[in-house]
Each structure stands twice: as structure tokens, then as C-alpha cells.
């Protein structure tokens, strides 16, 4: 998320104490938090300012000048800026308190304080901002410099007050080196500060964060002067599918899917699995094996022992779920589909899969303080402990998840069928990250002269492909000691 925090202002904290009782006594004045409602809602917005008060935070209604931390959920830093310019008349310009995402907040009620802004924080921003420019001029190179520089910082145990602090540590290039001293210095980057003014940045990120939006598509739409989503939404652009179920669960698919989501998920496509192959095996893949605690989506991997049971499953399980009303999007490919259509294959696999949104019941109003169901949770049914949504389908045009009150969130699920004999390379394949996809595969072609993707191993010197049946066996075939999903993250 691209929230640039700012300087902070500093009040008087005996201001703002009202009253000396233990429960509610503000304890520490000195932050003073403005929770934006945006995207937050009013609900979860109460909530977590009646948690912060009776922690001692000072928690304003209002923003005002004693605002020194401006807390907001999926916004991005301009959109909060921009919001408090309307609602708010606060110019930007002229705006001290720090922008902060939910985690600061989060962070800080686990902590029973109000948490410095780190320097790490901001420098890994910047370098994250600069790292989405990149992708977004179509610049691999710079791309991968800036993500794997802002991946070092995360990784460093300490905080970096001064350049010596980076003193042997590698993966850090030159540009990263000036962006991360001119912060040091001055708390900014001049680089960075443009960049997040710049319309077309803006617009692109906004626009590639359609699901089915990719960067040159993006620009397009750019270059025939459209800003917004309202604007695209109002032209007369012929949308894929694809981008036309992006754009209709826009809202939704913006907020993170959170780990509870992810295995009710599980559960659901289990049951559905099991009606047509009832010892199917069904394994959550992807950023939440690697044991992330949000995603943008949920990946599963899906086989059987036997090899070949597994054939012409995706689709039925879809037409099921379809009938059913849970799915609201999908594009199922079958491995035929792959034969006559796979000019891609050196970056995409030829796995039975599907990509698509579930339309996902929600409960109504359980909000848990931890932030960990941050947009409440999902229903359970007494006997399975699922509830399948209603049909699908929406008389609006295009924006059907900005309904408020709606009882369910459209979530996106990839779906991946894979014959047993190579599960343990689609396993390894798709629990990502890309970064460590990319790294690994690299490091397979160099020095192990092998080629590695999602389906197989082939040796070049040996000229035969090498078999594996855990993920363990591949990384000692690569002569490398096993890396854990939790350590995949870079
Ligand atoms: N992947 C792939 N082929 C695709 C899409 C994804 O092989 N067509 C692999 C990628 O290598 C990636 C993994 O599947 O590492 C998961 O992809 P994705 O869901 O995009 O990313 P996550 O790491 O799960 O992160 P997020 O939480 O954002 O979903
Ligand atoms: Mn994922
Ligand atoms: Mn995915």
C-alpha cells in the first residue's frame, strides 16, 4: 500500500486529559489518531475507537490540528489525502499528522502504545513506490532492483538511523542507496514525493488494480485521457469479461482476504470436490501457505493418488458451484485449452485450472478486536460450518459490491488441477512468492543447468527429467537445503 508517512506534530499531551479514572484516561496525548471511515466502515470505525480510548489513545472525531496520525484501511495515501481535502477542507500542502495504514493501529493496541514510525517503515515504502513505478513503465530490471531492496530492509533486525547501518549488506543498488540516504537526511525523497503526485502513477495503479487490468491495457485507457473508475465505468471502452467482473466487484476485491476466509473457502470447494471425487485432495497454496495472514486471493491445489482420476474434474465442480450460486465469475481452462493457446508456456503452466470469484456469506457483525477479521467474519452453518450464497447475478451495471449492506464479499480463488505424478512441482510452483519463483528458477538454469516450473525438473547434463514426489526432493535435486514456506516471502 503506497501510505507515505509524514512528519509528525507534536502536542501538548496534558490537553487533552479527561479525567483520571483508569478505564478511558488518556495516557498518551501525544498521539492523537483520526480514523478515516472510508472502506473502514462506521461500524468497525466505532469499534476500534471505543478499543483505542479504553487503551488511553486519544481518538478524534474530527480531524483537526491535534491530529497527529491519520489511520486509514485500504485507502491509498492520495485518497486519503484527497478525501480530507473534500470532507475536510484540509490542504495538502500544508499537512503535518503522519498517514498511517491500519497495521500502525493494530500494531500499536497489541503493543498498549501508541509505536514509533519507523525509519525501515518509510524507507520500505519509498522503495516499494518506486518498485510498482517500474512495473508499471514495463521496466523489469529497475522492478526487481527496488522490490528486492525494499525485501533487504524488511528482512534487517534492527532499525536504520544511518547509512553505515547498510554497510556489506548486498541487494542494494545504487538508486536504492540514494533513495534510502536522502530519507535518512531529510525524511523524504524527492524521487518518491513526485511520483505519488504523478497523474499517470496514480491512475495506472488505480486502473491496474482491476482484476483483468494489466499495465499496457492500463496506459491505454490513460492515453484516451480516462482518470477514474466512474469515468471507465461511463464510456463506452468494450470490456473483457474478465475486466467487466473486476470492475463489478471492484470494491470487494480491493480489500484483503483474511486466513478465515481462506479456509472456509477450503472447506466449501472440499465439499464440492468431494461429490464428484470423494478422496480428492484439496491443498490452500499460494501467500497463506506461506503463511501470510492476508491475501489478495486464495490458491488451491487440487489431485488424486491415482493419476488420472483427476481428469475433467475442474469443470464439473464449477458447473456444480455455479448452480449453486457461489460463483459469480470464472474462466475454466481444461488442459486442451492449453494445447492450441500456450504461447506463454515458459511462464505459464498447462494445468486444468480456473480463475475465479466466489461469492462469499458473510456474518453479520462480528468484529473481533485482533484485526485478524478485520471485515467480519463468515457465516457457519450448524451442521458444516459453511453457508452457501444465494444466486448470483446483479441487475446493477458494474458496480454491484459497492451496495451497502450487501450480506456477502466476492472474493477471487485460482483453482489448479494437478495429476499426482507432479504435484510436488505445481505445489512448489505455486506457493510463490513470484520473487522466489523467479530466483529459484534462475538459480536452476545457472548453476545446476536445469530447467524448473511448475510441472517438472529437467536435467540438461543428464538429459532426463527428475522425478519428485515432495518438495523436499526438489530443493535436493537443485543441491539446495530445504527452504520452508515461511521463508519464501523474498
Ligand atoms: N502463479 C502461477 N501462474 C499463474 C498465477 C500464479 O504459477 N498464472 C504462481 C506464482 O508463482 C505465485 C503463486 O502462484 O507465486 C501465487 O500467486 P498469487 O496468488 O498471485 O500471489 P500470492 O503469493 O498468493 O500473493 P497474494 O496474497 O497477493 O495472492
Ligand atoms: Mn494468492
Ligand atoms: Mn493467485
Redesign the pocket.
Known amino acids: 500500500m503506497a501510505l507515505v508517512p509524514r512528519k509528525k506534530k507534536r502536542k501538548d499531551p496534558a490537553l487533552s486529559l479527561v479525567g483520571d479514572s483508569p478505564v478511558g484516561a488518556v495516557k498518551f496525548g501525544e498521539a492523537g489518531i483520526f480514523l478515516v471511515e472510508r472502506r473502514m466502515g462506521s461500524s468497525r470505525r466505532s469499534f476500534l475507537t471505543e478499543l483505542a480510548r479504553k487503551k488511553g489513545f486519544r481518538v478524534e472525531e474530527q480531524m483537526s490540528e491535534s491530529v497527529t496520525h491519520v489511520v486509514s484501511e485500504n485507502n491509498s495515501g492520495d485518497e486519503v489525502l484527497e478525501l480530507l481535502e473534500k470532507q475536510n477542507g484540509i490542504c495538502r500542502t500544508e499537512f503535518k499528522a503522519a498517514l498511517v495504514d491500519i497495521t500502525w493501529f493494530t500494531e500499536s493496541m497489541g503493543a498498549g502504545k501508541p509505536l514509533q514510525l519507523e525509519n525501515r517503515h518509510r524507507l520500505q515504502d519509498a522503495l516499494k513506490i518506486l518498485a510498482e513505478n517500474a512495473e508499471l513503465s514495463e521496466n523489469e530490471g529497475r522492478y526487481l532492483a527496488f522490490t528486492r531492496a525494499s525485501s533487504v530492509l524488511k528482512s534487517l533486525p534492527y532499525n536504520v538511523t544511518k547509512m553505515d547501518d547498510l554497510k556489506g549488506i548486498p541487494n542494494l543498488g545504487d538508486h536504492s542507496r540514494k533513495v534510502i540516504e536522502e530519507i535518512l537526511e531529510g525524511g523524504t525523497c524527492n524521487e518518491v514525493q513526485n511520483l505519488i503526485q504523478n497523474e499517470r502513477y496514480q491512475t495506472l495503479m488505480k486502473f491496474t488494480s482491476i482484476f483483468g487490468v494489466g499495465v499496457k491495457t492500463a496506459d491505454k485507457w490513460f492515453r484516451e485521457g480516462l482518470r477514474t473508475l466512474n469515468e471507465l465505468r461511463a464510456s463506452k471502452i468494450k470490456f473483457t469479461k474478465q475486466q467487466e467482473a473486476g470492475l463489478l466487484y471492484y470494491e470487494d476485491l480491493i480489500l484483503p482476504v483474511t486466513k478465515v476466509e481462506a479456509d472456509l473457502i477450503q472447506q466449501i470447494i472440499e465439499e464440492a470436490v468431494h461429490r464428484f471425487l470423494p478422496s480428492a485432495v484439496i491443498t490452500l497454496t ?2 497463506f501457505r506461506r503463511g ?1 495472514e492476508y ?3 486464495v ?1 488451491f491445489l487440487i489431485t488424486h493418488r491415482e493419476e488420472g482420476r483427476e481428469e475433467g474434474l475442474i469443470s464439473k465442480v464449477i458447473s456444480w458451484m455455479t448452480a449453486q450460486g457461489i460463483i459469480l465469475y470464472d474462466d475454466t481452462m481444461d488442459n486442451s485449452y492449453h494445447k492450441w493457446k500456450n504461447k506463454e508456456s515458459e511462464i ?2 498447462r494445468f486444468a485450472k480456473c480463475f475465479s470469484i466466489f461469492k462469499l456469506q458473510k456474518m453479520v457483525h462480528n468484529l473481533e478486536p485482533s484485526g485478524t477479521c478485520s471485515h467480519g467474519s463468515l457465516a457457519t452453518n450448524e451442521t458444516r460450518g459453511i453457508r452457501l450464497a444465494g444466486h448470483a447475478g446483479s441487475s446493477q451495471h458494474l458496480t454491484a459490491s459497492a451496495a451497502k449492506d450487501k450480506d456477502w464479499k466476492a472474493v477471487r480463488v ?1 483453482l489448479v488441477v494437478v495429476p499426482f505424478g507432479q504435484y510436488a512441482y505445481a505445489l512448489l ?6 520473487l522466489f ?1 523467479r530466483d529459484l528458477r534462475r538459480y536452476a538454469k545457472h548453476f545446476g543447468h536445469m530447467m524448473l516450473n ?1 510441472h517438472s525438473l529437467f536435467d540438461n547434463k543428464q538429459n532426463k527429467f527428475l522425478l519428485a514426489a515432495t518438495e523436499e526432493e526438489i530443493f535436493a535435486h537443485l543441491g539446495l537445503d530445504y527452504i520452508p514456506p515461511q521463508e519464501r516471502n523474498a
Not at 510452483?429 to 513470484?434: D, F, K, Q, V
Request: aromatic share 12%; no cysteine.
Open positions: 499460494g501467500g501470510k491475501g489478495h486471493d490458491d505459464f503452466d485460482d510452483g505455486w506457493t510463490g512468492s513470484r519463483e511448475s
